[in-house]
């Protein structure tokens, strides 16, 4: 594709008019869409760019849209009600079969007048503008396409779009890279760049390093859209990998063991890379009651929840006596949403971490903070749970054989094994229950009896 079809193009007046009635139906059904459950009243529009010139076979559109819906914003939310969504959409005469899966509707007036509108990261032609306007570092109206200038981007790559179960989406481009676009977009530094960039340029290989990043620059912010990193090829994820292992009755402590030094590695790495602090007496105090408000607002959402509350609560007061004992930890950038289907290991064996965007329904500015490693311990203290109770096979003793594991690898690396400070341990792996109950109660329901198994077992005083 030769550069010149790039151009820097406003939208035609009246796009967003004539797709608003197709995306309050289409926009709501996808699996990205965060607001379910809150009817959408209609959209605004935020940026809309031409990325092609239009033609009769092909129109291509890169916009952020915000959805309002029907409740009012919470008291102390920003201002603007809704969240903001980046889509890619494409406008042809009709849609071929193979476009069927993306198509948004028909549209009957404006500017795409009897034209069929579609996700367009489903077709090779746009997915390949990205890539190339990535390549060249193009700058089309408020949208900047950066790339690290020491990693080549080869033109020809044959993009994909991946199937698997995402909060997001991501083109594959010929097994050597892989576009994540951003589906939810918030203004400000994003996590999801921000760290794979702080550790490929701290040289920890632990992570894929970005090769290119898309963000939008509007009323003086900005806005990351997406991260194009290499493509492990072949890998299987930690998650899937677990539950295969499970079936087949087979031990995964070397593999939990490896997961853990590569933990250590990627948290040695950050705390390298950017700021630590230290949590005193305060910090603490504050870190114990915002877990304390967390299993509140959990159990008021999950009533199943409740009985288990005076007792999980204990957890969090133990950190808090802890605090009034004078000793101090170190906070650090962490990885914020560890668990096994965020580790990617290589045919050759080798783990990678993904995906550092953290907690997604947290607001960024949580999601930035530094905060103790054993929050990313414990996730994956909980994944291995989680896989144990997932699998149709019981394997006794599988979860604690791999926990044990994980932590002995960690220290291994890092010097200092997780289990010996048991309060915070047992403080963090317990407000990770309670995030888990609420996230599956939202999600997933089926899925509520793996948490609340741990929610029981956390419960339990340990025998003395
Ligand atoms: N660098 C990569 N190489 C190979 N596969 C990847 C890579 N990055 C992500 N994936 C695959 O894409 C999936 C989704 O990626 P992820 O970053 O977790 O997206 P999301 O935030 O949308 O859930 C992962 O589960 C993994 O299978
Ligand atoms: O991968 P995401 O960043 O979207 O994380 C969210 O979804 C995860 C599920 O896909 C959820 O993880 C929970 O389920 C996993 C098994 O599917 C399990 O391995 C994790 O331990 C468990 O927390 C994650 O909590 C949520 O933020």
Redesign the pocket.
Known sequence: MSEAVIRTVTSPPGLLASLDPLLRDWLPRQRWFAGKGRPVTGFSLVAATELLPSDARLGLYHVLVRAHHQLAPAPGAAEEPGDCYQLLIGAREALPPRLAPALIGHVTEGPLAGRTAYDALYDTRPAEVLLEALRTGARIGGLRFEREPDQEIRTGLVPRLMTA???NSSVVYGDTFILKLLRRIVPGINPDLELPLALAREGCPRVPAPAGWMVADLAGRSWVLGVLQPYVQGATDG?ELALRELAKGEDFTAEARALGRATAEVHTALARALPTVTLGHGQLRQLADGMIERLDEAAHAVPLLRPYVPALRTAFTALGDLAAEGRTWTAQRVHG?L????CLRSPSGRWSLI?F?G??AKPLAERRMPQPPVRDIA?ML??F???AH?ADASVPGWADSCRAAYCTGYAEVAGSDPRTDPVMLRAHETD?AV??VL??AR??SD?LA??LSAVRRLSTPEPA
């Open positions: 179960e995402q909060s998650w949403d668990h096994l289907g965020q995906d965007e907690e997604p996730g909980r994944s749970d989680y896989a997932s990770k995030y888990e996230y599956e999600h997933r899925w793996v948490p």
